[in-house]
């Protein structure tokens, strides 16, 4: 009998363990996004630009972080890149904010998402992700 509900212990967890794997991997193709990681020797770090009319993002700062961290999302237009600040988020340490969307633009442009330290001092350790679908 203690054979039996060892194997379908194990059984059960193996498929938990595979539907988990399988969730993960259909969220990351569903919803495909760039990451960023700001590092506490760092002020400000820049993911990969994406392209399309508005763009959402979301970080975390860590709550080993010195600082607060600015997530912002910035578009490039005449040869240079524009913050949108009506979507600027300011993350406190061992904070998560889940969701932030740029405003619509007339035409496509590149975006990309800028994390930034309050101070400029560096010591905040965050990462963030910008969406391109």
Request: aromatic fraction near 20%.
């Given at each position: 009998?203690?054979?039996?509900s ?5 059984r059960?967890?193996?498929f938990?363990?595979?539907f988990m ?11 495909p ?20 009319y508005?763009?959402e ?5 860590y ?7 600015y ?9 240079t ?19 932030s ?9 590149s975006?990309?998402l800028?994390l ?7 010591g ?10």
């Open positions: 009998m203690f054979r039996r060892k194997r379908v212990t194990t059960f967890a193996a938990v363990l595979v794997l399988l969730g993960t991997v259909a969220f990351a193709i569903q919803y996004n760039y990451r960023v990681d700001l590092y506490e020797d760092a002020n400000v770090a820049y993911s990969s630009s994406v392209y399309g508005y763009k993002f979301a970080a975390t700062n709550s080993f972080s010195a600082d607060n961290v997530a912002r999302a910035q578009y490039y237009k005449n040869g890149w524009t913050t949108d600040w009506s979507s600027a988020v300011k993350v406190p340490p061992g904070a998560t904010f889940d969701f969307r740029t405003v619509y633009l007339q035409y496509e442009h975006w990309r800028r930034s330290t309050q101070y400029g001092n560096g905040s350790r965050a990462v963030g992700w910008i969406w391109y679908r």
